[in-house]
């Protein structure tokens, strides 16, 4: 399976963007998915993730109440809305995928095993 993330961009700080992840290949609709994000100088962070089965999601404390994790299994698409940006979301966002993960794994970079190739979402003050 293969992961396209899209929809980064530029926002003003309290705006809002929103992220696809885009699965090719006949099992993507099975995987679990995270996005994660990375900025300049700073180490790859968990934002939020949900299972397969899209009834339970997860966040970092940093983007709860701003940002939803929803996907599409029948366009096998997962989305990242984000809302109230603020300048410290500036980051390259990935998306990542594994059919492997359980509650205790699933903000764990490391047990992701497909990740797409990023997207850049600069925010302005």
């Known amino acids: 399976v293969q992961l396209q993330a899209s929809g980064g961009g530029l926002a003003q700080a309290g705006g809002s963007l929103r992220l696809s992840c885009a699965a090719s290949g006949p099992t993507g609709s099975s995987y679990s998915v995270g996005w994660f994000r990375q900025a300049p100088g700073k180490e790859r962070e968990f934002v939020a993730a949900?299972?397969?089965?899209?009834?339970?999601?997860y966040y970092a404390d940093f983007v709860k109440g701003r940002f939803t994790i929803s996907r599409n299994n029948a366009k096998d698409t997962v989305y990242l809305q984000m809302n109230s940006l603020n300048p410290e979301d500036t980051a390259v966002y990935y998306c990542?995928?594994?059919?492997?993960?359980?509650?205790?794994?699933?903000?764990?970079?490391?047990?992701?095993?497909?990740w797409g190739q990023g997207t850049q979402v600069t925010v302005s003050s």
């Open positions: 990542a995928g594994s059919s492997r993960l359980i509650m205790s794994t699933i903000r764990n970079a490391r047990h992701y095993h497909n």
């Open positions: 949900m299972f397969r089965s899209g009834v339970s999601s």
